[in-house]
C-alpha cells in the first residue's frame, strides 16, 4: 500500500492521509480536514480512482474536507455509527464556536463498528473501535503492512483528549490496552503531530506508562 500524507493549508487540520492499492489504483482519503487545491491536485497527480473518506472520529478538524470529496470526487463516507451524527451537527463535531466557515452537513454511506473490514483494490483494511476521544472513534488498520491510522486516540508520547462532550477517560484506556496489546509492531499514524511505532508507544508513551499498564 502506497502512504502519503497530505499537507492542508493550516495547522488546525489534522493529519491528512491518501492510501492508495498500487494494484489497482483504488485509493481512500483519511481525515480529510478541509478540501482544497492540494488534495486535489494530490489526486490528479496520483491519478487514482477514489473510493473511500475514511474517518477515525467526527470532530470539524478531521472531516471539514468530507463534503467536497463526496460530492465533486463521488467517494463513500466511511464512519462508525456513534459519530454520524457529527457530520450533520456542528455542535457536536465542535465546529461551531471554533471554526469560522459554514457548516456542510454530510450523510455517512457506510457505518463500521468494531472487527469490520473494507476491501481497497486487493488490500483490506480492518477496522478497530477506539471509543475515548469520541464514542465513535476508530483506527484503521492495515495488517499486510503492519500500519495503523490511529485518529486521536494514540500519538506520539501521548494520548488524545477526554474532556470533550462524549470522551471517556475509562473508554481510553480500554482502547489504548486493546492497541499496546496488538501483536508485534506496527508504524502508527496519528491525527496531530508525527508519525510513531506501537513498540516506541508501549515502552516510552507517558499516558501508557501512567494509566494503562
Request: hydrophobic residues 35%; charged residues 25%.
Amino acid at each position: 500500500m502506497k502512504i502519503l500524507q497530505i499537507k492542508l493549508g493550516h495547522e488546525i487540520f489534522a493529519n491528512c492521509y491518501l492510501i492508495i492499492d498500487e494494484a489497482t489504483g483504488d485509493a481512500a482519503i483519511i481525515d480529510p480536514g478541509w478540501y482544497d487545491e492540494t488534495i486535489i491536485n494530490t489526486l490528479a497527480k496520483e491519478n487514482v480512482n477514489l473510493k473511500y473518506v475514511l474517518l477515525t472520529h467526527g470532530h470539524f478538524d478531521h472531516v471539514s474536507g468530507v463534503y467536497g470529496l463526496q460530492h465533486e470526487m463521488g467517494a463513500k463516507v466511511v464512519i462508525h455509527g456513534c459519530d454520524r451524527e457529527h457530520l450533520l451537527d456542528p455542535r457536536k463535531s465542535l465546529a461551531e464556536g471554533n471554526f469560522p466557515e459554514p457548516h456542510q452537513p454530510v450523510c455517512a454511506d457506510i457505518l463500521v463498528k468494531d472487527g469490520d473490514t473494507l476491501k481497497l483494490g486487493e488490500s483490506e483494511i480492518k477496522v478497530m473501535s477506539t471509543p475515548g476521544h469520541t464514542n465513535g472513534s476508530v483506527c484503521y488498520i492495515l495488517e499486510d503492512d503492519r500500519v495503523i491510522f490511529s485518529g486521536d486516540t494514540l500519538f506520539c508520547m501521548t494520548a488524545g483528549r477526554t474532556d470533550f462532550w462524549d470522551g471517556s477517560d475509562e473508554k481510553m484506556i480500554a482502547s489504548l490496552k486493546r492497541l499496546i496489546a496488538l501483536e508485534g509492531d506496527y508504524k502508527v499514524y496519528p491525527g496531530h503531530n508525527r508519525e510513531t511505532t506501537l513498540e516506541r508507544e508501549r515502552t516510552r508513551n507517558w499516558y501508557i506508562r501512567r494509566m494503562v499498564k
